[in-house]
């Protein structure tokens, strides 16, 4: 039986996120290829837990390659990129693969990454056992980033979350919901969030961006996502948490206006892209209230924090924007 990866709250912390004290999980080494490994997505799986990982490589090339944990801790990545087989339409280029996530929804887990085609857009593949992979049609037109789908159907229409972006190291970026009724075709887009204006939480005023996939609550959807400010030394990038309503969920119901975490140790301010704490994905129980929250830390390692569910709503809600 799969069970969350889990480390009690340090007796004098006062985070409503606290970090794994054995940070990072990942090394930026964990394959023999890999310059870094970061941004990555995890699902229960079996009698443990399969994920799919940004591995880039030592020419700096971005893929995503399976792999697989006992614990949700210690992980086995597979050495060689994810192959992909033809899904529901011919096969598409795609000069890189990056920043996956996972959403298991009726009987497969269907897997979303920022697709190299012509500029970034929104990759789609399924898989059922995490050894073969079937790419589907991208979801949108370049340029867009951070794509992540809702674990079930809404109003019987799957749900996507994405970023519409630029081609570069976007300077801005606001959240969007998207629809579609066979995963194929995409449309009814709406606008969820926006980034929030500079005097009312600066943290999140350059762009906001989707991360782990939405957990369903009493409350609503649960989402975390990554807000960032441009400071003088470059961008920074920290948590946020908000709730969106159950059937309608481009409507904010709660939105953070602190940061659950920004970068603080050394592993999160130091790396190839400084000063970056990047949510990817969740293991969660709602019995148990319990959340492990795994990050990409300055896009060179994967780490790990904890919290329990009913307080970051709370937050969420007493320190709503």
């Not at 985070?15 to 004290?21: A, K, N, T």
């Not at 996502?225 to 961008?235: D, L, M, P, Q």
């Not at 948590?239 to 953070?256: C, F, H, I, W």
């Not at 929250?293 to 924090?305: C, F, N, S």
């Amino acid at each position: 039986m799969n069970r969350v990866p889990w480390q009690e709250k340090p007796k004098d912390s006062k985070d409503i996120l606290w970090r794994f004290s054995a940070n990072p999980i990942i090394d930026r080494y964990a394959i023999p290829t890999s310059n870094s490994v970061f941004n990555s997505a995890v699902v229960p799986f079996e009698n443990g837990f399969a994920g799919v990982f940004r591995c880039d490589n030592k020419a700096v090339q971005m893929n995503i390659h399976a792999g697989f944990s006992e614990d949700g801790v210690h992980w086995n990545i597979n050495h060689e990129p994810i192959a992909m087989q033809t899904g529901n339409t011919q096969m598409i280029d795609s000069d890189y693969k990056y920043d996956p996530r996972v959403a298991f929804i009726e009987d497969r887990y269907w897997i979303t990454w920022c697709n190299g085609y012509h500029g970034p857009t929104i990759g789609i593949a399924y898989t059922f056992d995490f050894k073969e992979f079937y790419q589907c049609e991208n979801a949108f037109l370049p340029f867009n980033r951070n794509g992540v789908l809702f674990p079930k159907k809404i109003n019987g229409k799957y749900a996507m979350l994405s970023r519409p972006s630029d081609n570069g190291h976007t300077p801005f970026g606001d959240i969007y919901l998207s629809y579609s009724p066979d995963m194929k075709y995409w449309g009814e887009h709406r606008c969820v969030m926006k980034a929030a204006p500079f005097n009312d939480s600066a943290w999140q005023c350059a762009k906001i961006g989707a991360g782990p996939v939405p957990i369903w609550t009493n409350e609503g959807w649960l989402v975390f996502y990554h807000g960032v400010i441009k400071t003088c030394n470059g961008f920074r990038y920290s948590v946020g948490s908000a709730v969106l309503d159950e059937n309608q969920p481009d409507k904010v119901k709660y939105r953070t206006q602190p940061y659950l975490m920004a970068p603080a140790e050394i592993y999160e301010q130091v790396g190839d892209v400084p000063n970056v704490i990047f949510p990817c994905a969740t293991l969660h129980s709602l019995e148990e209230d319990k959340l492990a929250l795994y990050y990409g830390a300055a896009d060179t390692v994967t780490a790990l924090a904890f919290g329990h569910i009913s307080e970051i709503i709370a937050f969420t809600k007493q320190n709503s924007l």
